[in-house]
């Protein structure tokens, strides 16, 4: 893995990302920083070369917390847990970013000091309860506080999915996008059956397809805009990355007790990528470049 900090990437123009909570709060220089020495940078990339005409990105790969905000009030068994962030997918980005050869961006916060899928001025943006948790370090939080989370990670993260994207569509006709999440078993006592979740909204080039494969391959259960759907515009991250550039996605959800060990992430990644290899080859999708 590579850390890269986000002053060395190119600041594409940010149209939504300049949107903050309910007011316009800047950041001066006699405002200290959140994030320190010690703290691990808003994003890591992978495969920054990779070759396949692919982009991979993980909203909630991460769980670190930045030290000035100490545990947010939560215990450790609370921020080990969903709502902190999607577990085993790093695990799965990482390798599915390696075989494909393709590049990939991991934010390492926590979606509980803001959530990278959110619009900032979305009040689910930082979560001031999750799945009936109170987040105690969330309350109460002024404009200047949401700024440095915005401005130290939601967009470091965003601005390197964006560079990734840009130098891609430079070098090739067709860029596709995965954004990749993990979903849990049980949701108000209802056993979720879905090994794997395809969300999409408008734009059916990549998710037909690959849910088509995913369906043919042993005891595989695919969930069409399931768990959640891709309708709902909830989220922020593959509409703007995206649907806004016209460029073929799909948001994939991985059901979190599948690939919460190494043995697990290796079986379930090894489906995921048969499944996306066999897209990269097709020339419906991914025409050749002349």
Not at 207 to 220: D, K, N, S, Y
Request: proline share 8%; net charge negative; glycine share 8%.
């Amino acid at each position: 893995m590579t850390d890269t900090s986000a002053s060395s990437m190119l600041e594409p123009n940010d149209g939504q990302l300049h949107e903050t909570h309910g007011e316009t709060t800047s950041l001066n220089r006699d405002s200290e920083p959140l994030l320190g020495r010690g703290d691990p940078p808003p994003f890591t990339l992978l495969n920054e070369n990779g070759q396949a005409p692919l982009v991979i990105f993980c909203d909630h790969a991460g769980r670190a917390i930045p030290r000035k905000l100490g545990n947010l009030g939560l215990t450790p068994g609370e921020l080990a847990q969903h709502i902190a962030w999607d577990i085993g997918i790093a695990n799965v980005a990482a390798i599915l970013a390696r075989n494909l050869d393709a590049p990939c961006v991991l934010s390492n916060y926590s979606r509980l000091v803001i959530d990278c899928n959110r619009r900032l001025d979305d009040p689910t943006s930082i979560a001031q309860e999750s799945d009936r948790i109170v987040v105690p370090g969330n309350r109460g939080l002024d404009g200047l506080a949401r700024a440095h989370r915005a401005e130290e990670i939601f967009k470091p993260y965003h601005f390197a999915v964006a560079d990734l994207i840009k130098k891609k569509r430079e070098a090739g006709p067709v860029t596709a996008i995965l954004s990749l999440h993990s979903f849990t078993p049980v949701m108000n006592g209802f056993k979720r059956p879905w090994h794997f979740g395809v969300l999409w909204n408008r734009d059916a080039r990549l998710p037909i397809p690959l849910m088509q494969r995913l369906a043919q391959l042993p005891h595989v259960v695919v969930g069409d805009n399931e768990p959640y759907s891709g309708r709902d515009e909830h989220g922020f991250s593959i509409i703007y990355h995206a649907e806004a550039q016209g460029l073929p996605h799909a948001l994939i959800e991985i059901r979190q007790d599948l690939i919460s060990d190494e043995a697990g992430v290796n079986r379930w990644t090894a489906k995921l990528e048969t499944a996306v290899k066999g897209l990269l080859i097709d020339p419906t999708i991914f025409p050749q470049r002349k």
